[in-house]
């Protein structure tokens, strides 16, 4: 009799990964430990279709109760692991329940990262959880003051929703623009204007150096004196990977849980995927990421599952992002800073897409922005030259009538 498999993190990877577990034929027990009450759900549409939707939204739920009953995976809703013995091979809950284990996958994401000034204000909140996009949502009322700290994906998404319900919308970034981290300044430009078209205040290259509560709302104070007035302030100045536990246990971390291409940590029989893992890219010359993305953190689940199986399968997968904010479709796939010359082509209606190309001519990334879906075949298309380090004729790249399938054919 084996212990089995047990994952600690009950969103998109830890959730994808048991039942992936399931779908390679693994017949032994899965435990699958979430901290929250909820069943795993998807996190993107929390600050978008959460934000905006006319009825009380629900979370989307990645499976419900009878899959999971139907494919044997015990789900342990509300619980939290404190610790981890890999003398012994045991999981320690919260009340010094110890759970066995055969191979056990750390999918245990990010969090927020805390802005101090804001700790210990009732008027502050950060968007990670449901119920952290229902408190929110509640606050989004026609004429309601919101200030979002942070021009990142996530800031953003949610000052485009608050616009939507009718909210007066500002937001503070530090750095020279908005969406510094990954994004070329050509597309950030096209966000920023359209945020800008809807009445969003966006201030760049400010400091805050105080958030006062008031019996209603919040004072925040700029490092000029000026004082910004607002219902709710919503922190969103990037994320940090849940790395307590790996920690603890003796597992190595950098800016997340180490892992090798086969998203092992240094202990072989402990795996770590998603929001919390640091990994190679072999595309990248083996260089060490960690990737905050909904793709990534299915992909990398369905990819521990099957290693945690003796499978020995490498992390081969292109990084991709996307973002909506109103009728714009934001995609990028593989990484925009690895590229030393940028290329341009235009779809029309206002659409375009920016390739990326290293010092020897490989495509290494291809950015692009348009209305709706309008950029979706073309980047997926640009990931496939990428996967293959293929190195494109440039003037094609530039040219709208010549395919980009043409290109990968070649």
């Known amino acids: 009799m084996t212990a089995g498999m047990v994952i600690i ?60 009953a139907e494919q044997d995976i015990r789900f342990v809703a509300g619980t939290t692991a404190i610790g981890i013995d890999r003398e012994a091979k045991n999981v320690i809950l919260a009340g010094d329940n110890r759970l066995a284990y055969d191979r056990l996958l750390l999918a245990t994401g990010a969090v927020p990262r805390p802005l101090p000034l804001a700790a210990a204000s009732r008027h502050c909140a950060c968007l990670r959880s449901y119920d952290d996009a229902l408190a929110i949502r509640a606050q989004l009322q026609p004429g309601a003051r919101i200030v979002i700290v942070g021009g990142g994906f996530i800031g953003l998404e949610l000052a485009a929703s608050a616009r ?32 800008r078209q809807e009445g969003v205040l966006i201030r760049c290259g400010v400091a805050i150096a105080a958030i006062t509560d008031k019996d209603i709302g919040v004072t925040i104070t700029l490092a000029d004196g ?36 086969h998203l092992q940590t240094s202990d072989p029989d402990i795996f770590a995927a998603g929001d919390c893992c640091a990994f190679p890219l072999a595309l990248y010359d083996g260089r060490q990421v960690r990737l905050e993305a909904w793709r990534n953190a299915q992909e990398q689940g369905t990819l521990a599952a099957r290693n945690m199986l003796g499978l020995c399968e490498p992390h081969l997968a292109v990084p991709w992002f996307w973002s909506d904010q109103y009728e ?6 593989g990484l ?75």
């Not at 998807?42 to 279709?49: G, H, N, T, V």
């Not at 919308?169 to 020279?176: G, K, P, S």
């Not at 607002?230 to 920690?247: F, K, N, R, S, Y």
């Not at 940028?342 to 209305?371: E, Q």
């Open 226 to 261: 000026e004082k910004l007035e607002a219902d709710l302030a919503v922190i969103g100045i990037g994320a940090l990977p849940v790395t307590a536990l790996a920690e603890a246990a003796g597992l190595e971390t950098a800016n997340g849980i180490l892992v090798n291409a």
């Open 328 to 333: 714009l479709g934001l995609q990028v796939a």
């Open 9 to 68: 993190g009950g969103g998109e990877c830890g959730a994808r990964a048991a039942f992936a577990l399931r779908e390679n034929g693994y017949a032994g027990s899965v435990t699958l430990i979430g901290a929250e009450k909820h069943l795993p759900y998807e996190r993107p549409p929390l600050s978008k279709d959460t934000m905006i939707s006319p009825e009380h939204p629900l979370a989307r739920t990645i499976a419900g109760e009878d899959r999971f």
């Open 336 to 410: 925009a800073d690895e590229g030393a010359r940028t290329i341009r082509r235009d779809l029309g209606d206002g659409a375009f897409i920016l390739f990326h190309l290293a010092a020897d001519g490989r495509l290494v990334a291809a950015s692009g922005i348009g209305p709706g879906s309008s950029v979706a075949r073309d980047i997926r298309l640009a990931e496939m030259l990428i996967a293959r380090s293929a190195c494109p004729d440039q003037a094609h790249l530039a040219a709208p009538d010549i395919k980009l399938k043409s290109l990968l054919a070649a």
């Open 164 to 195: 939507q319900r009718g909210a007066v919308v500002t937001v503070l970034e530090t750095q020279a623009r908005i969406l510094m981290r990954g994004v070329p300044e050509e597309i950030a430009a096209v966000i920023a204007a359209r945020h």
